[in-house]
């Protein structure tokens, strides 16, 4: 199963991600509903081994890790930011209901993280929409996930719920070979979690009574996404010869791509310690990691992450 999971408060999990080499078809809007190619089809998409996906799932951070930080910079919580909840109805394909029930799964994240609950149940609707409009609706159990949700100390409950489900789905998604969704999954989780970041990076930047540290570790964190570009854009490219909903999102992943080239990550391994881990002792090795970005950097990602979350949401 995933090691590392996308998790926001009520809903998002890590995917594994099925990725390789690319056909040179396209097809209609809509095509995740289809099964993709079986892997020994010539020009069809490759799977590759679980370990390998598992080892990069584990660099994209979670939604909920994300928010957490955007919670402790002091920026106060504001809706306005979210891709509001009844823009659900606009989602009539399967790869926009597949893409935004990631982004919708990372604002929950951030909902909850402000314990937020009157705000909380309309996106758990449009989660549970969405997931019905791409067939893995009964993986979710949306009347317990709402009784979790209205009260902030069932955290851990939420979270290990959404575990559970989201490793049903992905399980069910690979037997469907329909990998193609938890890929479309997975860039809208990512995509909405850096854009509320980047989106509490601006106000900090023009607020004078900003604290810099909480500045610079939000710009530090936003740096270190370029690793998970690279990622992104392997995996969205296995889908992009054979959807053109995939094609135009590596397109603006490429664009992206192309303004974190100057953009330097150098990686220091701390001492490693001993720690407990369900009643045994493991070794944990550390990394620190010191990221170079300029302020103008900073405004050319900015830009081009808007640009990725208006083809995502609008």
């Not at 489900?165 to 997975?186: G, H, P």
Request: proline share 3%; charged share 20%.
């Amino acid at each position: 199963m995933i090691k590392h999971m996308l998790m926001a408060v009520a809903l998002v999990g890590g995917l594994h991600l099925m990725t390789g080499c690319s056909g040179n078809s396209n097809s209609s809007e809509g095509s995740l509903d289809e099964p993709i190619p079986d892997s020994t089809i010539t020009n069809g998409p490759l799977e590759i081994s679980e370990g390998v996906v598992n080892d990069m799932i584990q660099n994209i951070s979670s939604p909920v890790e994300m928010a957490n930080m955007i919670l402790g910079s002091g920026v106060p919580f504001s809706q306005q930011m979210l891709n509001p909840s009844e823009n659900m109805k606009n989602y009539s394909t399967s790869f926009k209901r597949a893409i935004n029930l990631g982004a919708y799964s990372a604002d929950l994240g951030y909902i909850n993280c402000y314990n937020k609950n009157t705000v909380v149940v309309s996106y758990l609707l449009a989660v549970k929409e969405l997931a019905d409009g791409i067939n893995v609706g009964q993986f979710i159990d949306f009347q317990m996930l709402k009784r979790l949700a209205s009260n902030s100390s069932n955290l851990d409950s939420l979270k290990q719920m959404s575990v559970t489900s989201f490793n049903d789905m992905d399980k069910y998604l690979r037997e469907q070979k329909r990998a193609n969704v938890s890929t479309a999954i997975i860039a809208g989780a990512w995509t909405e979690g850096i854009y509320l970041t980047c989106s509490v990076v601006e106000q900090m930047q023009q607020n004078k009574n900003t604290d810099p540290a909480k500045l610079k570790e939000l710009v530090h964190r936003l740096g270190e996404q370029k690793d998970i570009v690279n990622i992104l854009k392997i995996v969205v490219h296995n889908y992009s010869q054979l959807d053109r909903n995939f094609q135009t999102l590596e397109d603006k992943i490429n664009e992206l791509q192309t303004v974190y080239e100057g953009v330097r990550i150098t990686t220091e391994f701390a001492p490693p310690e001993m720690v407990e881990q369900d009643g045994m002792l493991v070794i944990v090795q550390h990394e620190i990691s010191h990221v170079e970005i300029s302020d103008e950097q900073i405004a050319q990602i900015i830009a081009k992450i808007k640009e990725l979350r208006e083809f995502i949401v609008g």
